[in-house]
């Protein structure tokens, strides 16, 4: 069968949608994103019906979560809330809507209680969440706006108190994760950059942290690839030639053969799996300069991956009826791969998806 985001929402229609888990990366409020995205793009109503149903179970949950982490909790549930509103998939005033969301990512940057800057769980979540409230160009400057500003700087100074002692764990990371806390990280403060509230102590930051970008070089190829593309965007924002150079020698450190043994074959998930990777070097095709150093391997390398699942996979030995793969949200689960498909057509090259046992 070939595999396209109908086929997918018919498998979460069939099994999915029972789900307890109103977060972000593994529940409700993510597959509800893919499923407006999927009414949108196909122009059919039961996919909205669907994304409202969703939205009104992960909605009706919101005050008596009990976590505020992105992953699971408030601070995630209230990203969603913000995209699906900013980008006109529903309507609604978010000060009104995210006033739990709020006091829960306060207490959290205000009671000392974040022991990490990991994407799911820590301060760049709070960041990412804070980031997109500020974005809202629909609200006046209201009393929350202004306690988000200064929850912002907060966030921002909790990074950059904890990220300086982190660096040398770089080399550590053995394991392919999209949400690699260090890229994550600078992605969130380029965004964070790009609404020139705090900029200069973020300019300060990078530069502070320059010694150790030329420091530590990560012993995952893919992770130098993926480190080298946020470099890239930080430079386009905060322009140094040290930040330029760094790149140019993550690029060349990468070694592309070596990249491919990398890559986890049988997991069919975008944070940990070979669709992640599939997007990483998709964007670096697109986003690096042809005459940048390793520039020609990296889309022999994208197809030779993707060529790898361009058979059914179920001659790979894969099989989505397993435990581990009845997972239906956006970080490891069919949703996230059919909003893949639907932003970035056309990476995803396989052909067949196996059913349900």
Known sequence: MKLNPNHIAKIIQQNGLSSSNHGLMHGNIGMCIFFYHLARSTNNPDYENIADDLLDKAFEN???????DFENGLAGIGWAIEYLIQNNFVEGITDEILEEADNKVFMALNENNCFSFELTNGLTGYLFYLIYRLKNKNILLSMAQEVNRELF???INKIDEMVTTQFPS??????????WRFPVMLLALTKAFELDIYNEKIRCMIRQWLPNFETYIPSLHI??????????QINSLIPDKRLEKQMQVLLFATNFDVLKTEVEHYDLNIRNGWPGVALLLSIAEKELPN????????????????????????????????????????SSGLAGIGLMEL???????????????
């Not at 770089?170 to 949400?179: A, G, P, Q, R, T």
């Not at 932003?343 to 046992?357: D, Q, T, V």
């Open 62 to 68: 919101m005050s008596t979560s009990a976590s505020e």
């Open 153 to 155: 700087r907060v966030a």
């Open 170 to 179: 770089i080399v550590k990371e053995m394991n392919f994760d999209l949400f």
């Open 223 to 232: 992770n130098r690839l993926y480190l080298a593309l946020v470099l890239k």
């Open 291 to 330: 005459d940048l150093q390793n520039h020609q391997v990296i889309s022999q390398t994208l197809h030779a991956i993707t060529a790898m699942h361009n058979n059914p996979l179920d001659n790979l030995q894969f099989g989505i009826s397993e435990e581990r793969y009845k997972q239906f949200g956006l």
């Open 343 to 357: 932003l970035w057509p056309g990476i995803i090259s396989y052909e067949s998806i196996p059913s349900l046992s």
